[in-house]
């Protein structure tokens, strides 16, 4: 049902799939921010979980602003915030045309022309096939017989197989040499997967978080457990490298109309090698994230009201052109076609604007943040994610750890 809202009320949904930790968090900060001053007006904001019904495309839509981490698997509410976009214009954080319509094979095509170093990346035909009466006629036809040696041959050993639209991991296997190239590819079933180059001996691997025009750079440790992936490391890469992988981020975000999502890359001294930056829908929980958690909901918060309280509009259209226009200029350096990208992100986000409306409107937010993760309400939050998350022989254990991480964090902030 719909109600009646004043002109001032803002509403921030969040379509959710099995999280609990850090929509608590948002819910809770939200809560102590209170109304938002912005432009001599105050703008209360509430939040909302959004669940799944039936529902008429002319329905109305009660939320100003609507925060996905579901509709890229689940695509009931993906339809629902298609038609949310189009006919209420309501605002999402991520694009839900281009994620469905531009994954991670897409991602790696745009990437490449716009002159990032990407690894080299095949794509090869589907082992078994997906079930479809025609499929048998068109294959028989026209699918040319392939060396899948030959095509391996081409990309270099070590490489990685992996689907070519990604998924948690999903199907990824490390081929060193031609019986576990076979292997992999005859366990791909109906998965369509890329080959892609493996990088040896890169110094180090960055994995970045960009929501809005705000990105955190964190040194990832993919082979661990995902408690330990992210290492609290601060001014771990090269300066350049370090700009290098924040203007990729946003060039990805900007370009694909995607404000909440996060990048993978290989560096080597300076040489940036991005290799996944396809994740609009990031995890960010607590027993993920740890000690830069603060800075991920800070920043979701941040990111939200200020779309929410100025009536950003949402855009479903892309502008690739004026990316395009910069990638193919011959007078370009590399180093110009960084800024080039960099000021089109900043056009894109409003960066100045929102800058302005952090240091004024939502000046408070930070301390409210710091002094909640400080206090007996987050380690109760914690304690709640740990005893849901781990057997109860690790409770002490991870207890243990997540406080060590967050007290880190609080000593460094204050």
């Known amino acids: ?8 009320s803002r509403l921030i949904g969040l379509l959710l799939g099995t999280e609990s930790d850090w929509p608590t968090a948002f819910e809770s900060l939200v809560g102590k921010l209170g109304p938002v001053p912005h432009a001599g007006r105050q703008y209360p904001i509430t939040t909302e979980r959004v669940t799944i019904e039936p529902f008429d495309l002319r329905d109305p839509v009660r939320h100003d602003v609507v ?16 038609k949310a976009a189009l006919i209420n214009d309501t605002y999402l954080l991520n694009n839900p045309f281009t994620f469905q319509a531009m994954e991670k094979h897409s991602a790696y095509c745009a990437m490449i022309r ?24 068109t294959a028989g036809t026209y699918n040319l017989p392939f060396d899948l040696d030959e095509v391996a041959g081409r990309v270099g050993y070590p490489m990685f197989m992996k689907p070519f639209d990604g998924g948690a991991w999903r199907g990824v ?21 890329h080959l892609q180059a493996a990088v040896d001996n890169f110094d180090s691997f960055a994995r970045s978080l960009t929501i809005g025009p705000r990105t955190q750079v964190m040194k990832f440790r993919p082979e661990l457990p995902m408690h330990d992936r992210y290492e609290v490391a601060h001014d771990f890469l090269p300066p350049s490298a370090g700009a290098e992988i924040e203007t990729l981020s946003r060039t990805i975000n900007a370009f694909f109309r995607w404000e909440f999502n996060s990048c993978e ?8 090698q991005p290799i996944d930056y ?4 990031p995890d960010i929980s607590i027993t993920s994230l740890h000690y830069y958690f603060p800075w991920a909901i800070t920043q979701l918060i941040s990111w939200s009201i200020f779309c929410a309280v100025t009536g950003r509009k949402t855009k479903i259209d892309t ?5 395009f226009d910069i990638a193919d200029n011959p007078d370009f350096s590399w180093n110009d076609k960084l800024a080039g990208y960099a000021g089109l992100a900043d056009e894109y986000f409003q960066t100045q604007a929102y800058e302005e409306f952090c240091a004024t409107s939502l000046a408070s937010l930070p301390a409210i943040v710091l002094d ?25 254990r991870f207890l243990g750890h997540f406080r060590g991480l967050m007290a880190m964090y609080v000593a460094d902030q204050r």
Do not use: Q
């Not at 396809?278 to 829908?281: E, G, V, W, Y």
């Not at 502008?319 to 990316?323: D, F, K």
């Open 1 to 8: 049902m719909t109600t009646a809202r004043d002109d001032t």
């Open 67 to 82: 925060i996905d981490r579901l509709a890229w698997w689940y695509y009931h509410p993906r339809e629902w915030l298609k």
């Open 114 to 137: 716009l002159g990032f170093d990407i690894p080299t990346t095949v794509l090869v035909p589907y082992k078994n096939p997906i079930d479809h009466e025609k499929w048998a006629y």
């Open 173 to 193: 296997s490390k081929i060193d040499d031609p019986d576990a190239l076979h292997k992999a590819y005859n366990e791909s079933g109906e998965m369509l997967m």
């Open 265 to 272: 890359a290989l560096v080597t001294g300076t040489r940036v």
């Open 278 to 281: 396809a994740n609009a829908c």
């Open 319 to 323: 502008s690739s052109r004026e990316w």
């Open 372 to 396: 909640w993760v400080d206090s007996p309400a987050f380690d109760d939050l914690l304690v709640r994610t740990v005893t849901t998350t781990y057997p109860a022989s690790e409770h002490d």
